[in-house]
């Protein structure tokens, strides 16, 4: 049973903890969907920091433990039996390595491409017969997915731009370039010693994603942290009910930088695993993406230059994680 682990050495990669950097509530707006001013309320949360919590999301919680539980089933595996199922390029199974470019942290993960709204079996190469979990991730997919295009129907109706429908339809497009992610973040023992050194261990990197928006759920271990505005990091109260929402780069620009796409990372945990599943909802690769006419002011001009999501994708895909990626289209 060979493993394909990089050099320990090569995952030691650790950051300076904050003075911020503690567990902060209060700062992390959530927003009731039930709540007619939900459109509003999001719209400013996507304004100040990109990311939000959502209750009253209308997914029921065993579709998330459901496939929870079967993750969880994948990942306790012996090594050799997930690596029949890597390694990821990018879809598949993958472990502590992210990407193609040396990046590499404390995690282990399956990634899914989507097509027409359900994950792609033929994107890894777990037979589509085993006992794997497809019923369980396609129920979650399917459910995530609307709840994104509910989200973005609220955004669009915060915004006052029509049609409604503008943003949600580019997930609902049976070519939306959408994808699936399962992180698992085994506890990391060595993160004492590390951290008494007033290092934190990194288990996926600082990045901002791609894609146009990505909701994410975690079991009840913390991790997940943002960046605010002034650089400062605080730390994402873990809660395995409900969603949190991510402003990816796409929607940044689509909004002409009113939104803000969120730098996020997850540091290791030394005792509890931890296991996330994200979606990403993507537009269909040929789609431009450029500020909405409808929401342009008079004689505002676009901050970036002209891309469609296939040269955006194409380009992230060439970086390592951290990197400005956005910087590359912005019009200087
Ligand atoms: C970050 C968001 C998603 O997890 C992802 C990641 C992708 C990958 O893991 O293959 C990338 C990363 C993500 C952006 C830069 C490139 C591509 C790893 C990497 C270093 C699936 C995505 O779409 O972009």
Known sequence: CQSILPN?????????PTSADQITNNKIPVIDMLDPQAKFLITKACQELGFFKVVNHGVPIETMTKLESDAVKFF??????????GPANPFGYGNKRIGSNGDVGWVEYLLFAINSGLVS????NIPANSQFFWSAINEYVTAVR?????????????????????????????????????????PCTELEALSSGGRNFIGFGE??????????RSNNTTGLQISLRDGAWISVPPDQHFFFIIVGDSLQVMTNGRFRSVKHRVLANNIKSRLSMIYFGGPPLSENIAPLSSLMDEGEESLYKEFTWHEYK???????????????????
């Open 121 to 124: 079996e033929k994107s890894t």
């Open 146 to 186: 609307n709840l994104a295009c509910v989200v973005l129907e609220k955004i669009a109706d915060g915004l006052t731009i029509e049609p409604k429908n503008v943003l949600s339809k580019l997930l609902r497009d049976e070519k939306s370039d959408s994808c699936f992610r399962l992180n698992h973040y085994p």
């Open 8 to 16: 320990s050495s090569d995952i030691h990669r650790t950051c300076k």
């Open 314 to 332: 194409k380009s992230a895909y060439r970086t390592r994680l951290g990197a400005d990626r956005l910087g590359l289209f912005e019009k200087k």
């Open 207 to 216: 990045h901002t994603d791609p894609q146009i928006i990505s909701i994410i």
């Open 76 to 85: 306790n595996l012996p090594e050799c039996e997930k690596d029949k199922v």
